[in-house]
């Protein structure tokens, strides 16, 4: 995904149903790496609620978003959260974790096997003994046309709002979903600033990542269907991995 400059109004369409989620984890464990950390939506909630962060993103653009927000946030807060550029299929790092998270179904950003592969590599490595892997993945819907558009609007102000329009089209015999992003600024009903941007996803089964998972030495401790912890169905939405290094 060539996350750029409309990074800075991705919080805006942000859902936040899985913080309390990876906060539980992370509170336990004190420490925690983010993959895919973006604007900081995730890690910012986890420091404010005591736990240190390293996070990793491969865009300057959502990077510099992240440390604009963690300017307005007190001094303790901004101790906890540590950011670095890199990309989450090869990376290493000073020390190991003992929980590593990967939200928003970033993973999915993984659109190859040999990607998907090297990344939980990667996070095997940098995970502590008995450390803990927690990441959520999207299903695909029964029935849903390949090809799809919606257009959310969110009010910055009194004055101002942004438009968001979303094309995505999904190619069955890949699993690979294109992702087109416009984004228009308006200032009093008159245009401001547009971007467009552009990505790719895979969409994986829960199969196939649980058996990639077990491949790489992973225990797979618990599969969810929910951030509510529902069990997993095939009508899930999501899929919730909660994996251990032995």
């Not at 991705?10 to 859902?15: E, G, P, R």
């Not at 604009?68 to 090869?90: F, I, P």
């Not at 990607?115 to 029964?142: H, P, W």
Request: glycine share 8%; net charge positive; with cysteine.
């Amino acid at each position: 995904m060539n996350y750029g400059p409309a990074s800075k109004y991705y919080d805006l369409f942000a859902s936040g149903d899985d913080i309390d989620f990876y906060k539980e984890l992370a509170v336990k464990c004190g420490r925690a790496l983010e993959l895919g950390v973006g604007t900081g939506r995730a890690a910012i909630e986890l420091a404010k609620a005591g736990v240190t962060v390293w996070g990793i993103d491969n865009s300057k653009y959502m990077l510099g978003a992240a440390r604009q927000k963690l300017r307005k946030e007190s001094s303790a807060v901004r101790r906890r959260v540590r950011l670095k550029l890199g990309d989450m299929r090869n990376f290493r790092l000073k020390g190991t974790f003992p929980l590593v998270y990967i939200p928003s179904s970033t993973f999915e950003h993984c659109i190859t096997q040999e990607d998907q592969r090297n990344c939980l590599a990667c996070v095997f490595n940098a995970m502590e003994r008995k450390g803990i892997l927690a990441f959520d993945i999207s299903q695909s819907t029964n029935g849903k046309p390949e090809g799809s558009w919606w257009v959310d609007r969110k009010e910055v102000s009194v004055e101002e709002e942004v438009v968001r329009t979303i094309f995505s089209r999904r190619k069955p015999e890949t699993n690979i979903v294109s992702v087109n992003l416009f984004f228009e600024s308006y200032r009093k009903g008159e245009l401001k600033e547009k971007y467009y941007e552009y990505g790719e996803a895979r969409i994986s089964t829960k199969k196939d990542i649980q058996e990639l998972l077990e491949d790489l030495g992973y225990k797979v401790d618990n599969v969810y269907g929910s951030f509510g912890k529902a069990p997993y169905s095939p009508k899930s939405r999501k899929v919730i991995f909660i994996s251990s290094k032995p």
